[in-house]
């Protein structure tokens, strides 16, 4: 077993690292919940519609990750050479690239948001249930268009200054975020120290506003402080980009970033033929979603520390250490889902009992927290199995591993199941979620062949020279 266990030094190392991506992510999703049982509390449509709106946003917000990174790695690279000029124009291409995205997002959300909205929503055994679901979801996503060019600064900034190792800032103005947010909507929500009632609406106010504060935080932090953040200085004068730059990054990025846009509307597709099942499961597969998502911080952070641990090994030529380090990071963060998988199982049958919906509801949920609890640590291994992929450089390979299998693979199983097995939900979510099985196969043989161990920066000296 000692190959797969380091030593007190590998695991203070690790968690040194591990622990504030932790907490950080942690608070977002810890906040989320509490954001989503105010609403649960208020009735099961509003529940639903606000569950299918921001599975749109998450097919925005995963692009807008996509694109950021793309960009990113050029600009990690410009910051370790000291190239200001090269940083400044690599902050610019995402400037104008994120503010395009967020253009076409507004517009699609605003012509189709409804016919997207209406997607999700099916038959259910409550007359009317689906025509107040859309228009509470509607009423929601209108307000949610406002915030999201804040929002798109917001992650410019944040993931610019990570770039130049600076990782405080950012998570201060998302720590402010959240707690704005929280407030506001304990307040507008429920109507209370003298506030309108105003329910999803409110909640959709609060989260416009706790999306500005992120953006006015962390901006005028970083403008305070030109004189150590140069890429500042004089960052708007103009915003061309070089033409050779802009398409070094849309070549090297765009891997990255088609696999981000493809696992995201995969993702949302794979939701929309759960839906088709009805309304009772759109807030079943909400609730578990909910609880699973502030479990699943452990292996999210995992993943993370896999890229920066196993990244700078690469970089400093070190293989052999890369790979037995990498072999005990993946053991770890399997094992660490064992356990939390069993605190998730517990809490499967007490959590969904918050949320003021119908028991047949509360039933689902139970049973999708358990299903969930139970694939958590093949969920685990293939994250990490991902970014291992990924430090080494390996793009196109993770663009079919990730994107690709959703697409290939998962997507068409629940498809066929959801519309032509006559299986009820549960079974069909237990079978598409085992698809992720033949995807761990493949995991393991790629990460067991080491196609990961590349020294990228070794390789571009050799490339200029």
Not at 76 to 85: D, H, I, R, T, Y
Not at 298 to 322: D, H, R, S, T, Y
Not at 396 to 411: Q, S
Request: with cysteine; charged share 15%.
């Amino acid at each position: 077993m000692s190959k797969y266990i380091g030593d007190k030094k590998f695991y203070k190392m690790l968690l040194g690292i591990a622990i504030p991506i932790m907490v950080q992510n942690g608070i977002t999703n810890f906040v989320a919940m509490l954001d989503n049982i105010m609403i649960g509390m208020v009735g099961t449509e509003q529940m639903s519609g606000v569950a299918v709106v921001n599975q749109l946003m998450f097919v925005f917000n995963v692009s807008m990750f996509g694109m950021l990174s793309g960009a990113g790695i050029f600009g990690a690279q410009f910051f370790g050479s000291g190239n200001e000029e090269g940083f400044r124009n690599t902050f610019r291409f995402k400037l104008i690239s994120c503010m395009l995205l967020t253009a076409v997002g507004i517009l699609v959300l605003v012509w189709k948001g409804d016919m997207l909205i209406s997607l999700y929503l099916h038959d259910s055994s409550e007359s009317g249930m689906v025509e107040a679901t859309l228009s509470y979801g509607m009423g929601y996503l209108r307000i949610m268009l406002i915030g999201l060019v804040p929002w798109t600064f917001a992650q410019i900034y944040a993931g610019t200054l990570r770039e130049m190792g600076e990782t405080i800032a950012p998570m201060r103005a998302g720590v402010a975020a959240v707690l704005t947010n929280t407030v506001l909507n304990y307040i507008l929500i429920f109507g209370k120290f003298g506030a309108p009632r105003l329910g999803v609406n409110g909640a959709a106010i609060a989260t416009v506003i706790s999306r500005f504060v992120e953006c006015g935080v962390v901006m005028i932090w970083t403008h305070q402080r030109a004189d150590r953040f140069v890429f500042v200085r004089g960052a708007y004068r103009t915003l061309k980009v070089p033409g050779a730059l802009a398409r070094k990054i849309l070549i090297k990025g765009s891997p990255l970033m088609a696999n981000e846009i493809l696992w995201s509307v995969g993702m949302a597709s794979l939701s929309q033929c759960y839906s088709t099942y009805g309304l009772e499961v759109v807030a079943g597969i909400n609730i578990s979603s909910t609880i699973s998502n502030v479990c699943n911080v452990i292996w999210m952070a995992m993943g993370n520390a896999i890229a920066i641990i196993i990244g700078q090994l690469l970089g400093a030529g070190k293989m052999e250490e890369a790979k037995d380090t990498d072999r005990k990071l993946i053991f770890f963060s399997v094992a660490s889902c064992f356990v939390v998988g069993a605190v998730l199982v517990a809490l499967a049958f007490v959590f969904p009992k918050i949320y003021n919906t119908s028991d047949e509801v509360r039933k689902l949920a139970t049973q999708f927290i358990l299903v969930a609890a139970c694939f958590m640590p093949f969920q685990a291994f293939l994250h990490a199995a991902y970014f291992t992929i990924r430090s080494g450089g390996k793009t196109v390979i993770t663009f079919f591993f990730d994107g690709g299998f959703m697409w290939l693979c998962a997507l068409p199983v629940a498809f066929v199941l959801s519309r032509f097995s006559g299986l009820s939900i549960l079974p069909t979510y237990i079978l598409c979620q085992s698809v992720d099985l033949i995807k761990c196969v493949v995991g393991y043989i790629l990460v067991k062949k080491g196609i990961w161990l590349q020294n990228l920066v070794q390789d571009e000296r050799i490339a200029a020279g």
